[in-house]
């Protein structure tokens, strides 16, 4: 994650339309990215009635599903901006909503009923399989185009897919383990949604499974829009999901 050049006429008029946590004066800063202002200890953890929980535990610390989630504070534009690291919520605000990763915008504005929603990946879909779990949110087209030209990660080579059906799979976090006097953090990776071991897990981020989808050729999905482009990142083998 890096930041992303100031986009001219419709990045304006998108700005006004952002959903909350979106911040129009650092419109350069992605959406998904922390500040320094947001870092902040984690509270102390137990095991309660067979599942992890805080010690002092918050009603909006567990999701709808029971799920306890990474406590982050959110003050966007407050301090220096920190590219490498993700807000934990505003990534579970993008993937849920379909939101834009850099504008913080719905992702699914620039796309026709049959187009699908856009990804940017940086796996070779050589090495894909028929459906592809991701931590990252989609983007816009704008953004996209932005992205590619000025993200290291992704100019060293991506992909981008259309996907029309995706639905959350799990979640990605910290793993624990029943120990004296406090559980033991075991591992940290990806959970399916129904794994026994999720009631083990301090959730992080959320993934989503992508079932449906084709690669595209972003420069030329640009060019039909009337979007300036010019040289890009590498783009990795075509083909479809």
């Avoid at 220096?80 to 919520?89: A, D, E, S």
């Avoid at 504005?109 to 940086?122: F, S, T």
């Avoid at 075991?186 to 084709?214: H, N, S, T």
Wanted: glycine content about 12%.
């Amino acid at each position: 994650m890096t930041a992303i050049p100031a986009r001219e006429n419709d990045a304006r008029q998108r700005a006004d339309r952002r959903r909350f946590g979106a911040f129009a004066p650092t419109e350069r800063v992605p959406f998904v990215a922390s500040w320094s202002s947001e870092a902040a200890e984690q509270p102390e953890v137990t095991m309660r009635r067979g599942r992890l929980a805080y010690v002092a535990e918050r009603p909006y610390d567990r999701d709808s599903n029971g799920i306890l989630w990474r406590r982050v504070p959110s003050s966007p534009g407050r301090g220096r901006p920190q590219y490498g690291k993700v807000h934990f919520l505003r990534q579970r605000l993008a993937m849920d909503g379909l939101l834009c990763q850099v504008c913080g915008c719905s992702a699914r504005e620039d796309a026709a009923a049959d187009d699908g929603v856009l990804w940017l990946l940086r796996d070779d879909p050589g090495t894909w399989s028929e459906e592809v779990v991701t931590g990252h949110p989609p983007v816009c087209l704008p953004c996209a185009w932005q992205s590619v030209r000025a993200c290291p990660h992704l100019r060293g080579g991506y992909a981008a897919v259309r996907v029309r059906r995706f639905v959350p799979s799990g979640v990605h976090g910290v793993l624990y383990r029943p120990g004296l006097p406090r559980p033991v953090p075991q591992d940290v990776g990806a959970v399916d949604f129904g794994d026994d071991r999720m009631p083990g897990v301090q959730a992080a981020q959320l993934m989503m499974r992508l079932e449906d989808f084709r690669t595209v050729d972003l420069e030329a999905e640009c060019r039909a829009r009337g979007l300036g482009v010019g040289g890009g990142g590498r783009v990795r083998g075509a083909g479809a999901g």
